[in-house]
């Protein structure tokens, strides 16, 4: 067996434990997973079924761990993963897999399909195979702080113009103040307007926040690329920032998987608790309007609909924000059918945006179709969302089929129509 053979095979026996093992036994074939994809939806190609695209991961499990496997293994009936097929099983851990969770949601024996994916992943990343694109974003972010490679002054021109259009100073490496604001690249380069939302809606609260000038990105693309050690030193920039800065909250931005990386995965990644609370803007947010705090001079008029992202929503646990808050500042709110807990991923998610291939591209747009059609059916001409990936990933689907639809952020939205 060749040395890289041995590796892949080495790095998939690594990532195989309890749960893995026990949701690779518990699978009875029915298939149900294949519907809540849209990658399968969208292209109807089985093998875009999600527990197929585990496929090497479970042929390692079975040979390594089941002794009709290793039975199989040993006559020659079951061939070991090689290096060359993990390579070409790139596409379907990484380009056709969000980790959006829909397809956990529909499994009969409740197997956790995006958990075997992170644990695939992990051992993809490790064995040399994972995309470029996320390579290079995770280099960039070890090596410079940020999957985009931007330094602290791309930082503090957006707050200077922050400062220009609000005429209110904001605070940077202060300590003692209510929230440390983390902000994602994504939002640095295409979407500064959320910096200068922020600060009429705290002006409005009368809270306090800073930026941290070590610690202002909130993208983890250890997480993404599956690499447990890299996005564990991620998460410690942040933490370390907020214990030394004594903020209460830290403040999680308009972007899905950031969001789960500090809220959800930083305290295992760490092994401790923190000594501050994790929030994602939208419950800060609904908190205020619950107190009343953000009242609205006038509504948004033209009938529109909602992306609710899946990092944010679904797997993130944010599901009762969006909704009273949309319906706060916009008079023709349309609900979707498949809303919240069931919503249909913009088919960036999970680093997939990072891969700039034309295969990978030309997918995304494919798998975009749902999203039209939801659009389409609603016959509007707006949609809202609150991550900045899916913004770009849906700004780049607009464009590729020519569509004439608006697309809105909603803390920007709110802060827009706040009362003065
Ligand atoms: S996590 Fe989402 S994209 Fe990945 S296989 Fe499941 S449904 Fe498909
Ligand atoms: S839905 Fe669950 S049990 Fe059915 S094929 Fe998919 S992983 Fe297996």
């Given at each position: 067996m060749s040395a890289s053979l041995q590796k892949g095979i080495n790095a998939l026996k690594e990532v195989i434990d309890a749960p893995v093992a026990s949701y690779f036994s518990s699978c009875v074939h029915c298939g149900l997973c294949a519907e809540a994809c849209l990658f399968y939806v969208e292209t109807g190609d089985p093998k875009y079924t999600p527990i197929h695209k585990l496929e090497p991961l479970r042929r390692v499990y079975e040979q390594e761990y089941t002794l009709l496997g290793r039975l199989a293994k040993m006559v020659g009936l079951s061939k070991p993963v090689t290096d060359d097929e993990l390579e070409s099983w790139k596409e379907l851990v990484y380009d056709s897999c969000t980790?959006?969770?829909?397809?956990?949601?529909?499994?009969?024996?409740?197997?956790?399909?995006?958990?075997?994916?992170?644990?695939?992943?992990?051992?993809?990343?490790?064995?040399?195979?994972?995309?470029?694109?996320?390579?290079?974003?995770?280099?960039?972010?070890?090596?410079?702080?940020?999957?985009?490679?931007?330094?602290?002054?791309?930082?503090?021109?957006?707050?200077?113009?922050?400062?220009?259009?609000?005429?209110?100073?904001?605070?940077?490496?202060?300590?003692?103040?209510?929230?440390?604001?983390?902000?994602?690249?994504?939002?640095?380069?295409?979407?500064?307007?959320?910096?200068?939302?922020?600060?009429?809606?705290?002006?409005?609260?009368?809270?306090?926040?800073?930026?941290?000038?070590?610690?202002?990105?909130?993208?983890?693309?250890?997480?993404?690329?599956?690499?447990?050690?890299?996005?564990?030193?991620?998460?410690?920039?942040?933490?370390?920032?907020?214990?030394?800065?004594?903020?209460?909250?830290?403040?999680s931005p308009e972007c899905g998987h950031a969001y789960m990386a500090i809220r959800w995965e930083g305290p295992n990644l760490i092994g401790r608790p923190y000594k501050f609370e994790v929030v994602h803007v939208l419950e800060l947010l609904d908190d205020l309007r619950k107190k009343g705090v953000l009242k609205v001079k006038d509504k948004f008029k033209d009938p529109l609909i909602l992306h609710d992202p899946c990092q944010i929503v679904r797997r993130g646990g944010v599901l009762d924000a969006p909704e009273p808050l949309i319906q706060s500042v916009a008079e023709n709110y349309i609900p979707v059918v498949d809303k919240q807990k069931w919503n249909w991923c913009c088919g960036g998610g999970g680093g997939a945006s990072a891969i700039h291939t034309e295969e990978a591209e030309a997918l995304r747009a494919k798998a975009f179709g749902i999203k039209k059609r939801q659009i389409e059916q609603a016959g509007v001409g707006t949609m809202v969302t609150f991550c900045a990936n899916c913004r770009i990933v849906i700004e780049e689907a607009f464009d590729h089929y020519g569509m004439n639809t608006q697309l809105l952020g909603l803390t920007e939205l709110l802060a827009e129509h706040l009362e003065d």
């Amino acid at each position: 067996m060749s040395a890289s053979l041995q590796k892949g095979i080495n790095a998939l026996k690594e990532v195989i434990d309890a749960p893995v093992a026990s949701y690779f036994s518990s699978c009875v074939h029915c298939g149900l997973c294949a519907e809540a994809c849209l990658f399968y939806v969208e292209t109807g190609d089985p093998k875009y079924t999600p527990i197929h695209k585990l496929e090497p991961l479970r042929r390692v499990y079975e040979q390594e761990y089941t002794l009709l496997g290793r039975l199989a293994k040993m006559v020659g009936l079951s061939k070991p993963v090689t290096d060359d097929e993990l390579e070409s099983w790139k596409e379907l851990v990484y380009d056709s897999c969000t980790m959006c969770g829909r397809c956990s949601m529909v499994c009969p024996v409740g197997n956790d399909i995006v958990y075997m994916v992170r644990k695939l992943r992990e051992g993809m990343a490790v064995s040399g195979h994972a995309p470029d694109g996320i390579k290079g974003a995770t280099k960039r972010t070890v090596e410079i702080g940020g999957p985009m490679g931007l330094k602290w002054p791309a930082v503090a021109n957006v707050i200077k113009k922050a400062e220009a259009a609000t005429g209110e100073a904001i605070n940077v490496d202060k300590p003692g103040a209510d929230y440390l604001v983390l902000l994602s690249s994504m939002e640095i380069v295409n979407y500064p307007e959320y910096l200068e939302a922020l600060v009429k809606i705290f002006r409005k609260a009368g809270l306090t926040f800073t930026l941290a000038s070590d610690a202002f990105e909130a993208t983890n693309a250890g997480i993404q690329i599956g690499a447990s050690d890299i996005a564990k030193v991620i998460v410690s920039r942040i933490v370390n920032s907020a214990e030394k800065l004594g903020v209460k909250y830290v403040l999680s931005p308009e972007c899905g998987h950031a969001y789960m990386a500090i809220r959800w995965e930083g305290p295992n990644l760490i092994g401790r608790p923190y000594k501050f609370e994790v929030v994602h803007v939208l419950e800060l947010l609904d908190d205020l309007r619950k107190k009343g705090v953000l009242k609205v001079k006038d509504k948004f008029k033209d009938p529109l609909i909602l992306h609710d992202p899946c990092q944010i929503v679904r797997r993130g646990g944010v599901l009762d924000a969006p909704e009273p808050l949309i319906q706060s500042v916009a008079e023709n709110y349309i609900p979707v059918v498949d809303k919240q807990k069931w919503n249909w991923c913009c088919g960036g998610g999970g680093g997939a945006s990072a891969i700039h291939t034309e295969e990978a591209e030309a997918l995304r747009a494919k798998a975009f179709g749902i999203k039209k059609r939801q659009i389409e059916q609603a016959g509007v001409g707006t949609m809202v969302t609150f991550c900045a990936n899916c913004r770009i990933v849906i700004e780049e689907a607009f464009d590729h089929y020519g569509m004439n639809t608006q697309l809105l952020g909603l803390t920007e939205l709110l802060a827009e129509h706040l009362e003065d």
